[in-house]
């Protein structure tokens, strides 16, 4: 498995650096059949805590915990506003970012919420071997 298959250094945020970290904790994609088992993996997904058909889903404490941290990072990088810029980095995830605190989610809800797009996005660019193209977004997403 070589760094140049992969194009993860076309998405703003990931360098060459990170782009070798994710590949070196992620491994094999053949290891996860779809992007719900790397989440799982990865510590992203929540947790059923229950007995008796009564219970809550939970933050996840397991799973790979450096590739949650770089999970983490890169979604704090993606919904930044570059200093002395009030344009965020990645405006389509500082949207949907803005979308959650509006539905009332906490910061760090919000921040898993990314994560777990992230997660979706970077396990499609690996399994297709493709770059990350920024979408384009309505005027009224943009906060």
Known sequence: MSLLNFQLDSMPGIDLVTAS?????IGH??????????????GIAPVFFGSGGKGKEHKSKQG????????????VQQVQVAKGSKLPRNPVFHAYYQKKLKEGKTKGQALVCIMRRLMNIIYGMMKHKTAYELPIIKEKEVV
């Not at 970290?21 to 904790?25: G, P, R, T, Y």
């Not at 790979?64 to 979604?75: C, E, V």
């Open 21 to 25: 970290a994710l590949i070196a904790e």
């Open 29 to 42: 994609l053949r290891r996860f059949p779809n992007a719900n088992k790397l989440a799982r993996f990865a």
């Open 64 to 75: 790979n915990r450096a590739l949650h941290a770089l999970f983490y990072n890169l979604a």
